[in-house]
């Protein structure tokens, strides 16, 4: 079945660090990939997306592309900021048609 | 404002107790979703709609019931059978149940059971 493994945290950064956080995923066919962002005691909110191999999303400086041939959906952000600090969740939604989640990625900037 | 309530933010319940968590979308999404997040976890998916009067069980629906009588509405009813119900609880809807299709969450209710 639709799998998402993404980078263990906590990760915490100084403000205006580069931010990588990995994602893979196993899944048939052509998934739809998400970044979700879930700040502390909310819902999560669309971050980014990306619906097929080659794609680039982005959203408030943060940015993911779609590799099809190493099956990767990493998120990137040039410069962090103390606001940025959420958890992030990357997912799939494929052959299924349901979002299959990672297990998140708490990040903390410190100022 | 269009957008997805949840009601309470909090909720407590004896152990024994049904309890029923709300949510109201006014998207006019065809599609809605419930998940449960537990502590440094993702989240799992109890049961969804993709149109009313319908609805499936999804990878942990045993001790949860839902109930989608109208389109804008998904009423999750936590039952005395769910054995370890404490959890952060996040209704989600999308325009139609598909590929590519975002969903859009709710704020969530964190149940606690005393």
């Known amino acids: 079945g639709d799998s998402v493994t993404q980078m263990e945290g906590p990760v915490t950064l100084s403000e205006e660090a580069f931010l990588t956080i990995n994602c893979t995923y196993t899944?048939?066919?052509?998934?739809?990939l998400f970044w979700y962002v879930q700040y502390p005691g909310e819902g999560l909110q669309l971050l980014l997306k990306?619906?097929?191999?080659?794609d680039k999303g982005s959203n408030k400086g943060f940015e993911a592309t779609y590799r099809k041939e190493t099956t990767s959906f990493h998120l990137e952000k040039g410069s962090v900021q103390v606001s940025d600090s959420a958890v992030y969740f990357c997912?799939?939604?494929?052959?299924?048609?349901?979002?299959?989640f990672g297990s998140g990625t708490q990040l903390t900037v410190l100022p | 404002d269009g957008g997805i309530t949840q009601s309470p933010k909090y909720l407590f319940r004896k152990e024994g107790q049904n309890v029923t968590l709300s949510c109201e979308q006014n998207?006019?999404?065809?599609?809605m979703y419930w998940y449960r997040q537990d502590p440094g976890q993702g989240l799992r998916l109890i049961y969804y709609?993709?149109?009313?009067?319908?609805?499936q069980k999804g990878d942990i629906a045993e001790g949860y019931s839902v109930s989608r009588e109208k389109k804008e509405s998904f009423p999750l009813t936590v039952t005395s059978a769910q054995k370890n119900p404490t959890a952060f609880y996040l209704c989600?809807?999308?325009?139609?149940?598909?590929?590519?299709?975002?969903?859009?969450f709710g704020p969530g209710t964190r149940l606690t059971v005393l």
């Open positions: 997912a799939l939604s494929g052959s299924a048609r349901q979002l299959t």
């Open positions: 709609s993709q149109i009313v009067n319908d609805f």
């Open positions: 989600a809807s999308s325009i139609a149940g598909g590929l590519n299709n975002e969903q859009f």
């Open positions: 899944a048939t066919g052509y998934p739809s």
């Open positions: 998207l006019n999404h065809d599609a």
């Open positions: 990306a619906t097929k191999a080659d």
